[in-house]
């Protein structure tokens, strides 16, 4: 692949998207390469992902201007559900995607951002929606994950003014968990990923299914949704080793207890 890197750590695999000459934009090959490199991540070996752009600069700078600028009505659609099909698979994909924001995250950056499940970022980091001002909306889920991130009028208000924020903006609004210095910012990823994947990956990745089926439906069903794969847990080797050890070091603790003795 061209623009696409993909490293394996461990548990944690990285994607990297490198168009740095670009700032790292998305376009149709970017796009194709990012939902092959999701292809080729084996889940048998691979619990949490970390998603991140090359450089100190830019995570993702948007899509690429030069392409859309041509683009017809029904072209135009089209882009929009490419990146959407490829963004969504990412949302749902089974483990865990922490997103590495290093510096900007502006339209389809800050979007695919979005669709992963945790946002931290560096210091020089910038995210915003500034499709309006290019005469068109945001076409990447901008417009339905922003407004459930953050709340539909701070989502209107950063879509309608075009206005990008800095990190720590970004942070108080909730867009972001954390924010690290640029130079710590991978450490940080690749720490929170090797935490997450030194839990059962079962139950981890019934947490995601659950959570992002749940939100889409009122909490009777959500909760349904929740009792059958709280269910589905059990009987697997991760339940029975993760209870088994539990009341082992229970039992060890207990045997440890000198009884009060009067003297």
């Not at 099909?85 to 922490?98: G, N």
């Not at 981890?204 to 589905?232: H, P, S, T, Y």
């Not at 080793?241 to 603790?253: I, P, S, T, V």
Request: proline content about 3%; overall charge negative.
């Amino acid at each position: 692949m061209e623009f696409i890197t993909y490293e394996q750590d461990g548990f944690v695999g990285v994607i990297t998207i490198n168009r740095p000459k670009a700032l790292n934009a998305l376009n149709s090959q970017v796009l194709d390469e990012l939902n092959a490199a999701l292809d080729e991540v084996d889940l048998e070996t691979t619990r949490a992902l970390i998603l991140t752009g090359a450089g100190d600069k830019s995570f993702v700078a948007g899509a690429d201007i030069g392409e859309m600028s041509t683009l017809t009505k029904a072209e135009g659609e089209a882009f929009g559900k490419k990146g959407n099909d490829v963004f969504r698979r990412l949302e749902v994909f089974p483990i865990p995607v922490i997103a590495a924001v290093n510096g900007f995250a502006l339209g389809g950056g800050c979007e695919i951002s979005m669709s992963c499940d945790i946002r931290i970022c560096s210091e020089n980091a910038v995210f915003g929606q500034p499709e309006v001002g290019l005469g068109i909306t945001p076409g990447f889920g901008g417009t339905q994950r922003l407004a459930r991130l953050v709340g539909a009028g701070m989502a209107k208000q950063m879509i309608y003014t075009a206005r990008n924020i800095k990190a720590d903006e970004a942070y108080r609004i909730g867009l972001v968990n954390a924010v690290y210095p640029q130079e710590e910012l991978m450490a940080a990823a690749k720490k929170m990923a090797s935490g997450i994947a030194a839990q059962a990956p079962i139950a981890v990745r019934n947490c995601k299914k659950a959570i992002n089926d749940g939100l889409q439906v009122d909490m009777d069903k959500a909760i349904v949704i929740e009792e059958k794969l709280f269910g589905d847990c059990f009987e697997t080797e991760d339940q029975k080793a993760g209870m088994g050890n539990f009341l082992e070091k229970d039992k060890e603790k207990k045997l440890k207890v000198v009884p009060f003795q009067n003297k």
